[in-house]
């Protein structure tokens, strides 16, 4: 990767096609990737693309530069708050309205039906570390780290960082970060449920590449199913998400990629999956 692309006059985002894999980089190092409306915008286009192509079976978030991700643009975030008349729940409308996107892409980057794998070079902060939230899985660099930071800032969380931290590494460690807004190691989260991996900062790409090229040999049905499933069961009661994975195997039973399982199974042969 190169740490000197100047990009605040170029792409927001860069797309790159690896195999079945989509990567999806955040293209403005020189602000360490700070989120913008250009940059939801176009994250939002590329996850359509991907969403639209069946050719893509998982996507990559990975960045530019020496940071994955500072979080909002500060800049930006000072601007909203400028000739602009308070809602009667104390934002300003374009505060409101800034933060509303943010949770859009967000949600819509949890919610995607493909795998989405964070690969983490650096630091992710704050917008990026709710980011980072949203992904399947999150492979970090072991120079990378990660807090929450709002608290500098005299900030909260506003695109779910509240919700999904602590979910993700206890609610003690969640407080931790954000009251304190202490940065943690990468080395030092690999315990908890928000790392999938930490490798050297060589290997970081490689590994990722790896990862992506043997959930792409899978079939595309079944892990759109369990995807949906984990994510739903997490709210839902058990008995109530037992019966959800009972209808997903009903549902994938009628496949063509559980009878071409089966079927290379039988014939000692690699299957064809079409992800219907």
Known sequence: MNDTIPTEHGEPIEVERRGTALWVWLNRPDVLNALNPEMLDAMDAALADAKADDSVHGVVVAARGRAFCAGSDLRLVQSLNSDDEPTPRGLSSRQQGFLHRVGRTFNALEEFPKPVVAAVQGIAVAGGLELVLCCDLVVASAAASFGDGHANYGLIPGAGGSIRLPRRVGS??????MFTGDVVPARDLAHTDLLSAVVDAAELESYVDDLMHRMGTKSPLSIRLTKRLVNDSVQAPLDVALRMEIDAC????????????????????????LGR
């Not at 003690?172 to 970060?177: E, I, N, T």
């Not at 994938?252 to 014939?267: C, I, P, T, V, Y």
């Open 250 to 273: 009903e549902l994938n039973a009628q496949s063509h990629d559980m009878r071409e399982g089966l079927d290379a199974f039988l014939q000692k042969r690699e299957p064809r999956f």
């Open 172 to 177: 003690s460690l969640a407080k931790r970060m």
